[in-house]
Nanobody
Framework: EVQLVESGGGLVQAGGSLRLSCKAS????????IGWFRQAPGKEREGVSC????????YYSDSVRGRFTISSDNAKNTVYLLMNNLKPEDTAVYYC??????????????????RGQGTQVTVSS
């Protein structure tokens, strides 16, 4: 059984930083992407960033490029999202998900193979 557990969310002031973690268990291969998505109240879900651990391919949405950094520790089966210079509009529930389809498709369809429960990130102004 595949499980994804997020941690690291919290309350931070604008301009601050947080590092989210996504611990994966039960994955039997490395031919997948792990992505970070977020959903704020009243807004559509948004694909934030993804990484393919097998070759370190990475992608960032325009809204976070230059501020967020995704990385993976394959030995720990954990993907991190370092979020710097946070803005109030980054406030959302952040969750990680595993998928094998292309990022350009999944960031719109949100058809994941697995996803975690999410962690709340709140940025105060």
């Amino acid at each position: 059984e595949v499980q994804l557990v997020e941690s690291g969310g919290g309350l931070v002031q604008a301009g601050g930083s947080l590092r989210l973690s996504c611990k994966a268990s039960g994955l039997t291969s490395n031919d997948h992407f792990i992505g970070w998505f977020r959903q704020a109240p009243g807004k559509e879900r948004e694909g934030v960033s993804c990484i393919r651990p097998s070759d370190d391919y990475k992608y960032y949405s325009d809204s976070v490029r230059g501020r967020f950094t995704i990385s993976s520790d394959n030995a720990k089966n954990t993907v991190y999202l370092l979020m710097n210079n946070l803005k109030p509009e980054d406030t959302a529930v952040y969750y990680c998900a595993v998928f094998r389809d292309s990022w350009y498709r999944v960031r719109h369809t949100h058809e994941y193979d697995y996803r975690g429960q999410g962690t709340q990130v709140t940025v105060s102004s």
